[in-house]
């Protein structure tokens, strides 16, 4: 048994490569299992081991069943959407709203209102124009806003100092210093206008001999009439000085109608001495008259060889040698105020004083109206942006304030000066530039009006001035109130403007500057106006934005 291994093995030797391994054999029978061992003794016992993982957590008890619900049946799938239609053409823009408009106006005392006050009227600007006329006043929306009946009349106050003597009616008075001098003598003529006499404020000469001329006759012989007297002397053959030659000569303040007053125009400035002196000793560089140590020359001669003076303190002139050279010199002149030409009345009832300025009347205020002259309101009370915007006609009351309305006037834009419904009262028109250079040269010949932005004149704003400053209570004018004469009548003041651009629709240079519209177009945006201020007392012509607020005079056609 032990050989046939080997000899298999001996078969496939040569090679020390096992074999592949043989089929197992069959499983052979079980043996029997034998008999258990007697237990033996226990062992020592084993230390605790760690604890194991938690076991899963066992399963609720399964609930009770529930009642069975009605099937719900299966939704329905969602449609696919559809493609958008297009879309459909823009519908037209409607028409512009119409604006709505109000408008106050004064309501009297009576049915509607028991102490007077304010009518309120409202409607839609039809025709689009800016104005409310009577035609778009919805009557149903008409209000009154009535005044309070008057309060009790409160306590008398203790009466104020007594005020200056009035002038009588003149323009100027005795002792105002006016014309380049101080006013002496006033009188009113035949046809109602103003004169007067007014005296240098300084002698021309301290002594001089009456004419080089002293052994014929000048026909120098009127006892009033001193002009006159005046050219006779110089008018003689063989003249070459004399006293009245140096008034004649004498100009000063844009005056150069000075003449040797006669002897009974000596006596009138000798009779008002005690004004012209206290009014003179108050402005300096100024002389007063001294008839107590000096002898003042006459233009009025006595005969060939004499003539009058006046000797100290008398009325009563004496005469003395033409040739003697002890008589001072003191020139006066004449002025004359136009009279009144009447009076005009606007739409609203406001009067105004008028005055002849050579061929022409004016107003001797500043226009008020408030409506056209078809009766039709004029805008106002515009904010500072609603000022500079607008292109149609408006006017504003400087800062608001009615005092300044009730002085000054009112500050209309050049629109409304254009409009055709009229600013001034019928038979009147507010001024065009050719018009305003008719006055310009009126008042100074020599003054070159046909420049477009310049001073047209150095001295006719001094004659269209009024007199007076504020701060001493006499007049309109900022000090200094400079060649104020208002020798024209034309009674101008300073009512200041509402300007259209800087610090938008604010109000400039009452009392400091006067501005006066012309209805004279410079280009689309500007137009001409005539300027005069508080300084000087030249007249400016120039042009400026028609949005700007100005002041206006109407002159009659």
Not at 305 to 334: C, D, H, M, W
Not at 446 to 457: E, L, P, Q
Request: negative net charge; proline residues 5%; charged residues 10%.
């Amino acid at each position: 048994l032990l050989s046939v291994p080997f000899a298999l093995y001996a078969k496939t030797s040569g090679s020390s490569t096992p074999g592949p391994q043989g089929p197992a054999g069959p499983q052979g029978i079980p043996g029997t299992a034998g008999a258990s061992g007697a237990q033996g003794p226990a062992g020592p016992t084993g230390q605790t081991g760690p604890q194991g993982p938690i076991g899963l957590t066992g399963q609720t008890g399964a609930s009770g069943q529930a009642g069975q619900t009605g099937a719900i049946g299966p939704q329905g799938p969602i449609g696919l959407t559809g493609p958008a239609g297009s879309q459909g053409a823009a519908g037209q823009n409607g028409s512009n709203g119409k604006n709505a408009l109000i408008r106050t106006t004064p309501e009297a005392a009576g049915t509607n209102c028991a102490n007077g006050g304010v009518k309120i009227e409202a409607g839609l600007d039809a025709d689009a124009n800016g104005t409310l006329s009577d035609a778009e006043v919805n009557a149903s929306q008409t209000k009154f806003l009535c005044n309070g009946a008057p309060g009790a009349t409160g306590a008398t106050g203790a009466q104020g100092p007594t005020g200056p003597a009035g002038n009588g009616g003149f323009v100027h008075y005795v002792g105002e210093q006016f014309g380049g001098g101080v006013v002496f003598h006033v009188y009113r003529d035949a046809s109602g206008t103003e004169r007067g006499l007014i005296v240098a404020l300084n002698n021309q000469s301290e002594a001089t001999s009456w004419s080089n001329i002293n052994n014929q006759l000048a026909g120098a012989t009127s006892s009033w009439n001193g002009l006159a007297n005046s050219n006779a002397v110089v008018a003689q053959a063989g003249h070459t000085n004399s006293a009245a030659k140096l008034c004649l000569d004498y100009s000063v303040g844009g005056f150069d109608d000075w003449y040797l007053p006669s002897k009974f125009e000596s006596s009138l400035l000798l009779t008002n001495l005690f004004n012209v002196n206290r009014t003179i000793s108050g402005i300096s560089n100024a002389a007063q008259i001294d008839y107590k140590t000096t002898t003042y020359w006459t233009s009025t001669e006595f005969n060939e060889y004499t003539s009058y003076y006046s000797p100290e303190l008398t009325t009563t002139p004496e005469f003395s040698n033409k040739s003697y050279q002890f008589g001072t010199v003191r020139a006066i002149r004449a002025y004359s105020v136009p009279s009144n030409s009447g009076s005009v009345t606007d739409v609203d009832g406001n009067t105004y004083e008028t005055v002849t300025i050579g061929t022409q009347v004016w107003m001797k205020e500043n226009l008020k109206v408030s409506k056209y002259r078809n009766g039709e309101a004029i805008p106002t009370n515009l904010s500072n942006t609603a000022w500079q915007n607008t292109t149609s006609g408006a006017y504003a009351v400087y800062d608001n304030n009615p005092v300044n309305d009730s002085i000054y006037g009112k500050l209309y834009n050049w629109y409304a000066v254009a409009d055709p419904r009229g600013l001034c009262p019928v038979g009147w028109h507010v001024p065009t530039d050719y018009d305003w250079r008719q006055l310009t040269k009126y008042l100074d010949p020599a003054a070159d009006t046909s420049c477009g932005n310049c001073i047209s004149s150095q001295i006719a704003g001094g004659k269209m001035k009024s007199i007076g400053i504020i701060q001493d209570g006499t007049g309109l004018w900022n000090d200094p109130n400079g060649n104020a004469t208002n020798s024209s009548g034309f009674t101008g003041f300073l009512g200041g403007n509402r300007i259209s651009n800087g610090i938008l629709g604010s109000f400039n240079l009452i009392g400091t500057r006067g501005y006066w519209w012309s209805s004279t177009e410079y280009l689309s945006t500007e137009a001409y106006y005539s300027e005069i201020q508080n300084v000087y007392g030249y007249l400016a012509r120039s042009y400026s934005s028609k949005a700007i607020g100005f002041s206006v005079r109407c002159l009659k056609d």
